[in-house]
């Protein structure tokens, strides 16, 4: 026969156990609350990043821009600006 000791201690731990597992799951690290706010911090983060990647395409593009539109750097200072190359004639004819 069982004893009447064991018979209840045996409840008490499992019913120790759920409650300490539960409130693991409402307060303590890796919680619900706790996951909600780092699952927000993440979403702001991917926003930010979303963003600073469109500055850096803006960048790339106009770095790009200025690399290989030299020619049209080059038209314009001559053309509004009147420069010319070392050992380069000019003449510029207005109609």
């Known amino acids: 026969m ?3 000791v064991g018979n209840r201690l045996i409840p008490a731990i499992l019913i120790a156990l759920l ?7 409402w307060i303590g690290r890796g919680s ?5 706010e780092m699952q927000q911090r993440l979403d702001e983060q991917l926003v930010k990043n979303a ?7 803006q960048l790339a593009a106009e770095v790009k ?3 290989e539109g030299l020619q049209i750097v080059e038209e314009k200072a001559r053309g509004e600006l009147g420069m010319v ?3 380069e004639i000019f003449v510029q004819i207005s109609p």
């Open 51 to 57: 963003q600073a990647q469109l500055g850096n395409d």
């Open 32 to 36: 619900i609350p706790s996951v909600r």
């Open 65 to 67: 821009d200025l690399k």
């Open 85 to 87: 190359k070392p050992n």
């Open 19 to 25: 409650v300490l597992f539960h409130a693991q799951l």
């Open 2 to 4: 069982a004893s009447p």
